[in-house]
Nanobody
Framework: QVQLVESGGGLVQPGGSLRLSCAVT????????LSWHRRAPGKDGEPVAA????????VYADSVKGRFTISRDNAKNTIFLHLNSLELSDTATYYC?????WGQGTQVTVSS
């Protein structure tokens, strides 16, 4: 059974940083692309970032480009999302996705 577990969210001030993790069990991630998405209160979900199988290709939403970095550690079967220069509009629940499987999400709240 494939399971994804996100962690690392929290409350942070504008301009702050967080590192989100997504630990995957039940399947080796080394053969798959993965992605991060987020859903803000009252809004539809949106893709945030994606990473290729080899990790050498990454794609970002325009709203986070230059501030967020997606990475992967196949040995740990985990992907990461580094969030820098956080803005109030980044407040959302963040989810990782693999082959249509989703985690439960981790809450990121940016507030002064």
């Amino acid at each position: 059974q494939v399971q994804l577990v996100e962690s690392g969210g929290g409350l942070v001030q504008p301009g702050g940083s967080l590192r989100l993790s997504c630990a995957v069990t039940g399947i080796a991630i080394s053969g798959y692309a993965l992605s991060w998405h987020r859903r803000a209160p009252g809004k539809d979900g949106e893709p945030v970032a994606a990473i290729s199988v080899t990790g050498d290709v990454t794609v970002y939403a325009d709203s986070v480009k230059g501030r967020f970095t997606i990475s992967r550690d196949n040995a740990k079967n985990t992907i990461f999302l580094h969030l820098n220069s956080l803005e109030l509009s980044d407040t959302a629940t963040y989810y990782c996705e693999l082959l249509g499987y989703w985690g439960q999400g981790t809450q990121v709240t940016v507030s002064s």
